[in-house]
């Protein structure tokens, strides 16, 4: 009893022959078809360079287009030849030119031993897989595909959608269950005969050649008629890409290839020397009996696929360039921006980054740099603190600095005096924002500062007006980062409710409350500036309300309590 | 309207490459062959093109480097070199020469030699377009050779390969270091800018103008426009129709341009480490900045060259030190894509 080797061939014709004599060195039969479009002299030279193997045949050659009937004709062919002309033949194997056996082919002969009556096919109804292409599924079945995907794809598409639209349905013959799965499979004798000397294969031939991608679905369908015990996997390690594709392997996957234990891999790489080397050389398995385990290949060619296709977030760079919407996350890791409170608070800044040791700057957007932590000019990534670098597209300046600083959280300042338009509404659209904001506090530095009270009155005009203007974008329904906002007479009245509440969001380690406060500043005679501010004939009220009489009558007051626990 | 406006604009295109082949064909009688081997190119060669002046210093890297990635033929544009760099080139086996003293700034920066070049002889091959100073990398360079790239890149239905400048710099002044021809350049220009890259998207061909790099931070921090563009597409399957635009930033037709993806995904892309900043490049700057022969607004860059001709220290704090192609593609400068 031996193992019968069917093998599909269109190109590297070396490298089919090395693999072939590698078969019948150990014994195997061979049927190998060669795909009709092979030029006469290129066949004919592959023909003759096997012509001393005594146990190759060659079938009767069709033209193999990928998804088309082809395939399965071939497989027919060298399936019925394989059959008539080794007699001895218990299962047989399909596999290609690009196939490579990674174990020495005895182990897997006396694997099929041990499993006489198995056939390894992957089978599975369409419901259950996730892999289709285009998103015809089960329509495979029950549409008629009669021009090519891959050469005349718009006319492939609108006849899909027109059968679609006139509600097109092929019947399916005699109660077939349509399966798929991978076209690389191991059959028995007793199921490969059945299946391919029905009464009814005419009737099913007929069917399937109208089946979009046949070779995925005709023996994995009429395997389940006749098989006594289907094992639904395929010996043969075989990876696709998002597009349906087979992945390559190459030289660098020889270790990974090692440790598969899987008895068969493609596709490979015509030029992989080293792998070709490897694995022709007869101790290459080091014999381990070991049933086949691809997990780690899985993890790492599914990895593949999803950064080919979602690619990682946050990270905008040449090959990756998502337009709005598909960004998948604006920013690759959470960040917290707080506004006006390094105007209340005097020591805002070491605070914040002593309680949640987090990387803490000041006005990224200030007008005249972007202020680092601890007065930096460049950060990681050697991003400038250049107010023109920075303007000039603020958004891939932020998505850089999140970026470039990954597993170290950043928090940030910012205020109506910087430059916020463009940026605010980015910032308020990403989900890993976390913004706090205590409205009008801008107006303690100018209430500090010591300049003419016209120029005052000006400044805090056009502040609140740009502030007031930004919380309509933090108010805004297409906001989708976590914000918060306080007045600022609401804020003084209870500091430590949300300065916890952002501290837990941030989840340092702090679970015992906060052992510190920052320095709130002075504010006795705040109420008072406010008022001179109204007599003025501005209006503030960003800020909340603050009692004048808090400044006229309590001079004595000089120094408020400083808001400090315990 | 939208489609309207898009047909003017494919239409515009259509006759600028037009324009573009024509001057190459008027161009080809500034050519003068120095050492023709281009019978021996296989129909199945990887090339490479280039034009050069006086790089006989990077010359022997740049050559190796791209031999042993599987080039197997250079078509190479020689511009008045003294340093005996056509020398050298001419009695190289698999390079073809040819030798002009015309203008390198009439010539788009050589562009119109090498296009007439990749008419004759490029049609059909996947043709490397590169500087002197640009060493071409991609994942996996070093176990799988440019025609595992080329054979990948095929099967995926594409035609263009993308890669981004990386500038490569020193640690010190850039005269103190010190180069021997032939030696791996980034031993020593071993620091980049890893994070301060800015993208946008060109409107009409459709190609990612990317800025930033060390230039940018270090020379244009005032004037970020007009810092250099860092984006390339150095690697195409060449048809005698196609022409780059504008060095090889861009190129028509532009589908060939877009090799980003803007689903969310990353398509497979490279780098090309850039060796501008060896010691040379003091002097040469002198020289450039003389010639006026490497920008279109010479006189915007007069301030870089000076720069420049100060012999200053690029490196900075923020500053990333090379390891492999790996640690590039983990800092997210270039892409593996669906390529394992």
Known sequence: MSVGIIMLVHTAFDRAEQVARHWAAAGCPLVIHADKSVPAKTYNAFVSALSDLPDVRFCKRHRCEWGTWGLVAATQSAGQLMLHEFEDVRHVYLASGSCLPLRPVQELIDYLAERPQTDFIESATTADVPWTMGGLDHERFTLRFPFSWRKHRYLFDKYVYLQRRLGFRRRIPNGLVPHMGSQWWCLTRQTLSAILSDPDRHVYDAYFRRVWIPDESYFQTLARQYSLQIESRSLTLSKFDYQGKPHIFYDDHLQLLRRSDCFVARKIWPFANRLYDAFMSDNAGAMKRTEPNPGKIDRIFSKAVERRTRGRPGLYMQSRFPVEGRENGLTCAQYSVFEGFGDLFENFEQWLARITGTRVHGHLFAPERAEFSDGQTVMNGALSDSAALRDYNKRAFLASLIWNTRGERQCFQMGPRDHIEDIEWEIAKDPNAQISVISGSWAVPLFKSNRNFADIRQEAARLQQVESKHLDVLRSPWAKARIRIWTMAEFIEAPMEPLQTIIDEIGQQNLRGLAEVPKMADLSGFGQFLQNLKNQGMHPYLMGDFPVEHGLHEPQHATPKPYLVK | ?340
């Open chain 2, 1 to 340: 309207m939208e489609l309207l406006r898009e047909a003017g604009i494919a239409y515009r295109l259509r006759w600028k490459r037009r324009r573009l082949l024509y001057r190459a064909l008027r161009k080809r009688h500034q050519l003068t062959a120095v050492a023709d081997r281009t019978g021996e190119i296989a129909r199945d060669a990887i090339l490479a093109a280039a034009t050069v002046r006086n790089e006989i210093v990077r010359l022997p890297h740049f050559l190796t480097h791209h031999r042993q990635l599987g080039v197997d033929h250079f078509l190479i544009v020689d511009n008045g070199s003294d340093d005996g760099t056509r020398e050298y080139l001419a009695a190289q086996p698999d390079v073809s020469l040819w030798s002009t003293s015309h203008s390198y700034k009439l010539s788009r920066f050589g562009m119109d030699w090498l296009t007439w070049l990749q008419i004759r002889h490029a049609h059909g091959h996947w043709c490397l377009t590169l500087d002197a100073d640009e060493t071409f990398i991609y994942p996996h360079h070093d176990t799988r050779s440019l025609r595992a790239l080329t054979g990948w890149l095929e099967a995926n239905d594409r035609q263009s390969f993308g890669a981004l400048m990386l500038d490569m710099y020193p640690k010190g002044p850039l005269k103190a270091q010190t180069y021997r021809p032939g030696d791996d350049p980034f031993r020593q220009l071993c620091w980049f800018d890893g994070g301060n890259y800015v993208m946008q998207k060109k409107p009409d061909l459709q190609n990612l103008w990317v800025q930033g790099g060390v230039r940018a931070r270090y020379f244009f921090a005032d004037r970020p426009r007009q810092a250099p563009t860092m984006g390339k597409t150095p690697l195409v399957k060449w048809n005698r129709r196609f022409a780059y635009v504008s060095s090889t930033h861009s190129l028509l037709p532009r589908r060939l341009n877009r090799v980003y993806c803007e689903k969310g995904g990353e398509m497979l892309s490279g780098v090309l480490l850039h060796s501008k900043f060896l010691h040379v490049v003091v002097e040469k700057s002198a020289e450039e900045k003389e010639r006026r022969e490497h920008f279109a607004n010479s006189e915007l860059y007069e301030t870089y060259y000076d720069g420049l001709i100060a012999n200053p220290d690029l490196w900075c704090e923020g500053s990333t030190r090379f390891i492999s192609w790996r640690q590039l593609e983990a800092m997210g400068l270039m892409s593996r894509g669906g390529w394992v």
